[in-house]
């Protein structure tokens, strides 16, 4: 059984900090990784995704993947108080399943 | 405009009432999938369809059928719904069948809330 694993918070970031978030992955074979972030009673939309190692950088978003160490990381800039929300790991296999993490809850506080 | 829709919004019913969750798409994507969302436990799959007529089971897929009859439509019933089916739906899709290396953005819907009394 595939898992992906992330802490649920919240976690609480001043605003104008930098929030970092953790998602760890128990199959070695996984390959793609995605952050959505979700605002409550929303649905989840698409921040990033990652499938190489080392850093992938879009705006104030860098995501981080280590297959060795078999996590991936997603770093929020300049956090901003609409960045308050639960973000969502996520990994896809090859064959159309979708493993998502709890969610790690942000508050950013002003 | 391009959106994934999803009917009702909103259902309460009782236990043992069949009822179906419909799920529409405009893009023309060969993947849909249903998640269920609850409280500590995130996001998880019910069912996919990588094309018509092709479905196959996700992590929680007891309790629940799906059908894949024609490429837009891909609904959710419950043939004898119970009270832990209470919870949080969402439909989504994509343009392919997302896989290792292959980016794919997956397209929600806005969510069904199911209450099962």
Known sequence: ?110 | EAQVTQNPRYLITVTGKKLTVTCSQNMNHEYMSWYRQDPGLGLRQIYYSMNVEVTDKGDVPEGYKVSRKEKRNFPLILESPSPNQTSLYFCASSPKVPRQGALEKLFFGSGTQLSVL
């Open chain 1, 1 to 110: 059984q595939k898992e992906v694993e992330q802490n649920s918070g919240p976690l609480s970031v001043p605003e104008g900090a930098i929030a970092s978030l953790n998602c760890t992955y128990s199959d070695r074979g996984s390959q793609s990784f995605f952050w959505y972030r979700q605002y409550s009673g929303k649905s989840p939309e698409l921040i990033m995704f990652i499938y190489s190692n080392g850093d992938k950088e879009d705006g104030r978003f860098t995501a981080q993947l280590n297959k060795a160490s078999q996590y991936v990381s997603l770093l929020i800039r300049d956090s901003q108080p609409s960045d308050s929300a639960t973000y969502l790991c996520a990994e896809h296999d090859s064959w159309g399943k979708l493993q998502f993490g709890a969610g790690t809850q942000v508050v950013v506080t002003p």
